[in-house]
């Protein structure tokens, strides 16, 4: 039984940064297995912002490519997500899971960018 818990989120200003944490409970998956970020925008699909392989490669999306950083804990079953230079169009409920097939879903964390 895999448990995700992501934090970290919050209301920040275009041009901010956010650090969202993502602990996993009841599995070492972070240790052998692909993982990943993923968002959800009001009245949108939910799409795939960011994945880490168990060797370390990261891979990102278009639209946040130089801007976001993927990493992990892998001895503490934890993954980040560095957001720098925020965009309103970056607001979202943000969550962790396994790639390319997920577990079950936490609750997420939300992430909201305005003035």
């Known amino acids: 039984q895999v448990q995700l818990v992501e934090s970290g989120g919050g209301l920040v200003q275009p041009g901010g940064s956010l650090r969202l944490s993502c602990a996993a409970s009841g599995t070492t998956i972070f240790s052998i297995y692909g993982t990943a970020w993923y968002r959800q925008a009001p009245g949108k699909q939910r799409e795939l912002v960011a994945r880490?392989?168990?060797?370390?490669?990261?891979i990102y999306a278009d639209s946040v490519k130089g801007r976001f950083t993927i990493s992990r804990d892998n001895a503490k079953n934890t993954m980040y997500l560095q957001m720098n230079s925020l965009k309103p169009e970056d607001t979202a409920v943000y969550y962790c899971n396994g790639y390319p097939i997920p577990s079950a879903w936490g609750q997420g964390t939300q992430v909201t960018v305005s003035s």
């Open positions: 880490i392989s168990s060797g370390g490669t990261t």
